[in-house]
């Protein structure tokens, strides 16, 4: 569970953000410039950090985001990074479970694998270089922030004798519906034409919400952390 502090920090950065777009807004569009609009593509590596004792990370797995990038100008060289976008993360993870086996409980280990997918709304601040050549650097840093619309999950139980495969169910019921995390990226922009420039770009998001919803049958809440880090690769116009 978030503590105080930080949820008081995620509501300041985000009103400060929300704040800074609607300035935006609310000064009208001079020129072309003052919003960014594009397409991207980005590949992740996404992993598990459990917080609970007994459960493990079981290694990385792929996943891809795409969607609309949008950047809203504040002033030179700074604007504000959102866009809408649908997330695949996947990530895996290994704890202890009970089954039936032969009539009698018996502790195995569970090994499951998260399929899940996700709406993301980023909220960052993008800093830009002037133009070097045909190219510019950036830096961003801010939130993102996700509502999860499918959770598909692979379980594996097994102890010395015993193996049972449940394929893909519905683990809808498992996944907390938000996820908020801290985005921090840099990139380049090359640019192609006055209109048009391609972005490429490493982002690493570190999630501060808990991945796991508390189950009435359980001791106490379970919790592990999402964390992922991607290419990113677009272009904006």
Known sequence: MLNIKIMKNIAITISLIISLSVNVFSQGYKDYKSVKLGLMASPNLGWLRPETRNFENEGVRFGISYGLISDFRLADNYYVGSGVFLSHWSGKLLMPATELINNVETDVTQRRTYNLQYLEIPLTLKLLTNEVGYTTYYGQFGLGLGANINAKGTDRFYNNTYL??????????????????????????????????????????????????????????????????????????
Request: without cysteine; aromatic residues 10%; proline residues 3%.
């Open 164 to 237: 049972r495969i449940d394929d893909d169910p519905d683990i809808k019921s498992d996944i907390t519906f938000m996820r908020v995390g801290l985005v921090i990226g840099a990139g380049v922009e090359y640019s192609l034409a006055q209109n048009a420039s391609v972005v490429i770009g490493l982002e690493y998001n570190n999630g501060f919400t808990n991945l796991l919803k508390a189950k009435p049958e359980h001791e106490r809440k379970h919790s592990a952390i999402t964390n992922y880090f991607q290419i990113t690769l677009g272009i904006v116009f």
